[in-house]
């Protein structure tokens, strides 16, 4: 397993932006795809940005054009810019480690909470 610790979130208003942060450790990290996750209260978690091996970029219909996920395989970080955020981007946000096939490898950590006021 690899230990994976979100950071970044917080309160900010609607329009405004903010940037996420996944740390790992215990794993060499550039053989996996990335991908950040969100859950709000009463809905399942989502996929909402994935980065591949080969740095190939995808994203949720809700969050294109306003999410940017990156990483830094030296830092073994992962990295979510989320721009023009709005009340409906509040979720706890979480990464992971993805398969092949876009499933997730590791325990869900805390994850960061992230909250958009109108």
């Known amino acids: 397993q690899v230990q994976l610790v979100e950071s970044g979130g917080g309160l900010v208003q609607a329009g405004g932006s903010l940037r996420l942060s996944c740390a790992a450790s215990?794993?060499?990290?550039?053989?996996?795809?990335m991908g950040w996750y969100r859950q709000a209260p009463g809905k399942q978690r989502e996929l909402v940005a994935a980065i591949t091996i080969g740095g190939t970029l995808n994203y949720a219909d809700s969050v294109k054009g306003r999410f940017t996920i990156s990483r830094d395989n030296a830092k073994k970080t992962v990295y979510l810019e989320m721009n023009s955020l709005k009340p409906e981007d509040t979720a706890v946000y979480y990464c992971n480690r993805l398969t092949p096939s876009g499933r997730p490898v590791d325990s869900w950590g805390q994850g960061t909470q992230v909250t958009v006021s109108s």
């Open positions: 215990g794993s060499i990290f550039s053989i996996n795809a």
